[in-house]
C-alpha cells in the first residue's frame, strides 16, 4: 500500500478497526492525563499524518504552483534587510555545527538551515525577585503544558522580549515542541523560544509549526527525549527546513487540519464506545450481587455468560469481574452454605468458653466484655453466619491489633540498608503481601519494638490514603515491624480466616460504606483502632470461609489468564499498527 496508490481518508478508513481498537496501557507513573489507557491506535494515526504532510507525501504536487526556489530568495533578501537594520544581529558562533537532514523531500520543495527562513529568538532568564504577583504574565514551559501557576513581571523589555496572539513558539527543555500562542500578550521565559518568520508569504507559520512538532516526535520515539535539554539555539538554526511551494503549504496545513478533526472524532467515538461497555459490563454484574435468591443469581449469570467474550475484553472490565467476585464471596453468594458446618456464633461461643479456661490457667489476660453478636436470622445474613465486632476474633494470646510505632519509637536516624525489615505501605498491593519494603532496623531495635512485630498469617492494613489496602504475611516471610503507616491485626485462627478477613476489606459495601462514612469530613481517609473496632463483618462459618477462599483463587487465576491473552492480543493490534505506519511511509 502507498499514498499515491491510496487516498489518506481511505487509509483510514479502510483500516478503521485498527486505529480504533489499538488500546494500550499507560504507564501508572505518569502525569497528566488520569485515564489509564492510551488510545494507540490513534496516536499513531496522528503521527502518520504529521510524518506523511511534512514529507510531501500528503497532497499531490502540482506543477502549476511557482516554483519554491524564490520563497527562499524572498527570505534571504529579508533576512540581509533585518540585517542591515541592525534589528537582528549576525550570528556570533564560531562552533562548526552540523546541518541536521531529518527527510527526504519531493524535487520541486526547496530546503533551506533553518535561521535562513526564521529569527530564533531566546526567552529571558528572571531573578526571583523580578516574579512578582501582578504585572505582565511571564510564560513558563510549564504553562504550555501541565501548570496554571503564573508568575507575572513589571519590567519594561525590548519588543521582541513579547509574544501575542498568532506568534510561533517553541519549547525547548525537558518537555518540548512548537506552539501558535493564542494567550495575549505575554514574557516568555528563557527555556522557550520564539520562532519569528522572515517572510509568511514564503513560509507558511502553521505549516513550519507542523515540521517543529515531526522533528519533535522523532526524537521523542527514538527515546532521546532528555537529550533536547540541551538542544541549543545554534543546532536549532543548523536544522534544514523544507520549503514547498507556498500554495503547497496551504493545501498540506488545510488537509492537516481536516484529518486531525477525523482523529478526533474517531477519538471521541473510541472513548465514547469504552465507557459505555464499561457501563454495561458494570450494570449487568451489579445483577449478580442484587440478586434476591439463588435461582435469580443463576438466571443472572446465564445472561452474563451468553455473551461473556464480548463482555470482558479490557482490564477494566476484568477488574470489576474480579470486585464482584469478592462481593459474591462476602455476600454468602459465591458457594453454597453446607447445613453440616458448624454455625459462626456457635463456634464463637465455644471459644469463650476456651477463653475462660486459658484466663484461669494464667494463660491469657481476662478481656473487656465483649458486646453481644448478631446472628444471621435477625440481619438477614446466610444460613450460619453472623455479624462480629473485631474485638470478637482478635488473638488474646498476644496483643491482637495494633497500630506501627510513632517518630519518636522509630527515628530516621536507627533506620538501616540491610537487617530486621520494617514493612510499610509498599508491602501490600491489590490485597497480597509484595514482599517489599523500605526500611530496615538492627536486631537490638526490633527486640526494643518487639510489641510492634508482624509474623506468618497476620493482617497488615494500611491507615492513609488507600485505606482498602490490606494483606496477608505469608508463610515463609522471616519476622517483621510495622511501620507506623500501618495497623497489624491478628485473628483467632479457630474463627476467622486471614485471607477472608481481607476479602471482607476488598468486596464488602458494608464494610467499605461504614469506614468512608466515619472519615467523613476529613481531607484524606485515615483509618484508625476505633474505626476497626466500630465496624461490624460478616462472618460466614470456617469451613465456609475456607471454601469462599479456594473460589475466589480459583475464579481470581482464570482472571488473570484472561488477561494475559488480553494483553497478547492487544501487543499483536500493536504491532499490526505499527506495521501498517511503517509500510505507508
Same mark, same amino acid.
Given at each position: 500500500?502507498?499514498?499515491?496508490?491510496?487516498?489518506?481518508?481511505?487509509?483510514?478508513?479502510?483500516?478503521?478497526?485498527?486505529?480504533?481498537?489499538?488500546?494500550?496501557?499507560?504507564?501508572?507513573?505518569?502525569?497528566?492525563?488520569?485515564?489509564?489507557?492510551?488510545?494507540?491506535?490513534?496516536?499513531?494515526?496522528?503521527?502518520?499524518?504529521?510524518?506523511?504532510?511534512?514529507?510531501?507525501?500528503?497532497?499531490?504536487?502540482?506543477?502549476?504552483?511557482?516554483?519554491?526556489?524564490?520563497?527562499?530568495?524572498?527570505?534571504?533578501?529579508?533576512?540581509?534587510?533585518?540585517?542591515?537594520?541592525?534589528?537582528?544581529?549576525?550570528?556570533?558562533?564560531?562552533?562548526?555545527?552540523?546541518?541536521?537532514?531529518?527527510?527526504?523531500?519531493?524535487?520541486?520543495?526547496?530546503?533551506?538551515?533553518?535561521?535562513?527562513?526564521?529569527?530564533v529568538i531566546n526567552g529571558r532568564a528572571y531573578k526571583k525577585t523580578e516574579m512578582l504577583s501582578e504585572g505582565t504574565p511571564i510564560l513558563r514551559v510549564g504553562n504550555l503544558f501541565t501548570s496554571n501557576d503564573w508568575y507575572y513581571s513589571d519590567l519594561q523589555l525590548e519588543a521582541d522580549k513579547y509574544i501575542d496572539n498568532g506568534d510561533l513558539i517553541?519549547?525547548?527543555?525537558?518537555?518540548?515542541?512548537?506552539?501558535?500562542?493564542?494567550?495575549?500578550?505575554?514574557?516568555?521565559?528563557?527555556?522557550?523560544?520564539?520562532?519569528?518568520?522572515?517572510?509568511?508569504?514564503?513560509?507558511?507559520?502553521?505549516?513550519?509549526?507542523?515540521?517543529?512538532?515531526?522533528?519533535?516526535?522523532?526524537?521523542?520515539?527514538?527515546?532521546?527525549?532528555?537529550?533536547?535539554?540541551?538542544?541549543?539555539?545554534?543546532?536549532?538554526?543548523?536544522?534544514?527546513?523544507?520549503?514547498?511551494?507556498?500554495?503547497?503549504?496551504?493545501? &498540506?496545513? $488545510?488537509?492537516?487540519?481536516?484529518?486531525? #478533526? *477525523?482523529? +478526533?472524532? /474517531?477519538?471521541?467515538?473510541?472513548? @465514547?464506545? &469504552?465507557? $459505555?461497555?464499561?457501563?454495561?459490563?458494570? #450494570? *449487568?454484574? +451489579?445483577? /449478580?450481587?442484587?440478586?434476591?435468591? @439463588?435461582?435469580?443469581?443463576?438466571?443472572?449469570?446465564?445472561?452474563?455468560?451468553?455473551?461473556?467474550?464480548?463482555?470482558?475484553?479490557?482490564? @477494566?472490565?476484568?477488574?470489576?469481574?474480579?470486585?464482584?467476585?469478592?462481593?459474591?464471596?462476602?455476600?454468602?453468594?459465591?458457594?453454597?452454605?453446607?447445613?453440616n458446618d458448624e454455625p459462626a456464633a456457635k463456634l464463637l461461643e465455644r471459644i469463650a468458653e476456651e477463653k475462660v479456661q486459658l484466663i484461669k490457667d494464667k494463660k491469657i489476660k481476662k478481656q473487656k466484655a465483649l458486646p453481644p453478636i448478631a446472628d444471621d436470622k435477625s440481619l438477614g445474613l446466610p444460613s450460619g453466619w453472623c455479624s462480629m465486632k473485631?474485638?470478637?476474633?482478635?488473638?488474646?494470646?498476644?496483643?491482637?491489633?495494633?497500630?506501627?510505632?510513632?517518630?519518636?519509637?522509630?527515628?530516621?536516624?536507627?533506620?538501616?540498608?540491610?537487617?530486621?525489615?520494617?514493612?510499610?505501605?509498599?508491602?501490600?498491593?491489590?490485597?497480597?503481601?509484595?514482599?517489599?519494603?523500605?526500611?530496615?532496623?538492627?536486631?537490638?531495635?526490633?527486640?526494643?519494638?518487639?510489641?510492634?512485630?508482624?509474623?506468618?498469617?497476620?493482617?497488615?492494613?494500611?491507615?492513609?490514603?488507600?485505606?482498602?489496602?490490606?494483606?496477608?504475611?505469608?508463610?515463609?516471610?522471616?519476622?517483621?515491624?510495622i511501620s507506623t503507616n500501618l495497623i497489624r491485626v491478628s485473628l483467632l485462627d479457630k474463627l476467622v480466616e486471614p485471607e477472608y478477613f481481607c476479602f471482607l476489606f476488598k468486596g464488602s459495601l458494608q464494610v467499605l460504606d461504614k469506614i468512608k462514612e466515619m472519615c467523613a469530613g476529613t481531607t484524606r481517609l485515615f483509618l484508625n483502632q476505633k474505626i476497626?473496632?466500630?465496624?461490624?463483618?460478616?462472618?460466614?462459618?470456617?469451613?465456609?470461609?475456607?471454601?469462599?477462599?479456594?473460589?475466589?483463587?480459583?475464579?481470581?487465576?482464570?482472571?488473570?489468564?484472561?488477561?494475559?491473552?488480553?494483553?497478547?492480543?492487544?501487543?499483536?493490534?500493536?504491532?499490526?499498527?505499527?506495521?501498517?505506519?511503517?509500510?505507508?511511509?
Open positions: 500500500m502507498s499514498v499515491e496508490q491510496t487516498s489518506m481518508n481511505q487509509l483510514i478508513t479502510d483500516n478503521i478497526d485498527i486505529w480504533t481498537s489499538t488500546v494500550k496501557a499507560k504507564s501508572s507513573s505518569g502525569r497528566g492525563s488520569s485515564k489509564k489507557r492510551e488510545l494507540y491506535g490513534v496516536k499513531k494515526l496522528r503521527e502518520l499524518i504529521l510524518e506523511l504532510a511534512v514529507r510531501g507525501k500528503l497532497v499531490p504536487q502540482d506543477p502549476n504552483d511557482e516554483p519554491a526556489s524564490g520563497l527562499l530568495l524572498e527570505s534571504l533578501e529579508e533576512k540581509e534587510a533585518l540585517l542591515k537594520q541592525g534589528l537582528i544581529k549576525k550570528s556570533r558562533s564560531k562552533k562548526t555545527i552540523k546541518e541536521e537532514h531529518f527527510y527526504d523531500y519531493p524535487a520541486s520543495w526547496g530546503v533551506s538551515r533553518l535561521e535562513d527562513l526564521i529569527h517553541y519549547a525547548w527543555s525537558a518537555s518540548f515542541g512548537p506552539f501558535i500562542w493564542d494567550g495575549g500578550k505575554v514574557i516568555y521565559h528563557y527555556h522557550i523560544w520564539k520562532m519569528d518568520i522572515f517572510r509568511e508569504t514564503s513560509l507558511d507559520k502553521e505549516f513550519s509549526k507542523l515540521f517543529l512538532q515531526a522533528i519533535s516526535e522523532r526524537i521523542k520515539a527514538s527515546g532521546n527525549g532528555i537529550a533536547m535539554i540541551h538542544m541549543t539555539k545554534e543546532r536549532m538554526e543548523k536544522v534544514m527546513h523544507p520549503l514547498p511551494p507556498i500554495n503547497e503549504q496551504h493545501r &498540506i496545513v $488545510a488537509k492537516v487540519d481536516e484529518l486531525m #478533526t *477525523l482523529c +478526533d472524532q /474517531l477519538e471521541q467515538q473510541t472513548e @465514547a464506545s &469504552i465507557e $459505555a461497555h464499561q457501563v454495561l459490563v458494570i #450494570t *449487568l454484574l +451489579d445483577t /449478580l450481587t442484587n440478586s434476591a435468591n @439463588a435461582d435469580e443469581l443463576m438466571q443472572n449469570w446465564a445472561r452474563i455468560s451468553e455473551h461473556f467474550d464480548t463482555l470482558f475484553t479490557t482490564e @477494566a472490565s476484568i477488574d470489576q469481574l474480579k470486585q464482584t467476585i469478592l462481593q459474591l464471596a462476602v455476600m454468602g453468594k459465591l458457594v453454597p452454605q453446607d447445613p473485631i474485638d470478637h476474633m482478635l488473638d488474646g494470646t498476644r496483643n491482637g491489633m495494633i497500630t506501627g510505632p510513632f517518630g519518636s519509637a522509630l527515628k530516621k536516624s536507627e533506620h538501616q540498608e540491610c537487617g530486621f525489615p520494617v514493612w510499610g505501605i509498599e508491602s501490600i498491593k491489590s490485597g497480597k503481601f509484595t514482599h517489599r519494603n523500605k526500611i530496615f532496623v538492627s536486631d537490638e531495635k526490633s527486640k526494643e519494638l518487639e510489641s510492634f512485630s508482624a509474623v506468618a498469617g497476620d493482617i497488615i492494613i494500611s491507615r492513609s490514603g488507600t485505606i482498602d489496602e490490606v494483606g496477608v504475611i505469608p508463610v515463609g516471610v522471616v519476622d517483621g515491624l476497626l473496632k466500630a465496624l461490624d463483618f460478616p462472618i460466614p462459618p470456617l469451613q465456609e470461609q475456607r471454601r469462599i477462599i479456594l473460589a475466589v483463587e480459583q475464579l481470581f487465576d482464570i482472571c488473570e489468564l484472561l488477561k494475559k491473552r488480553l494483553n497478547a492480543s492487544q501487543q499483536v493490534q500493536i504491532k499490526l499498527t505499527d506495521a501498517i505506519v511503517e509500510q505507508v511511509i
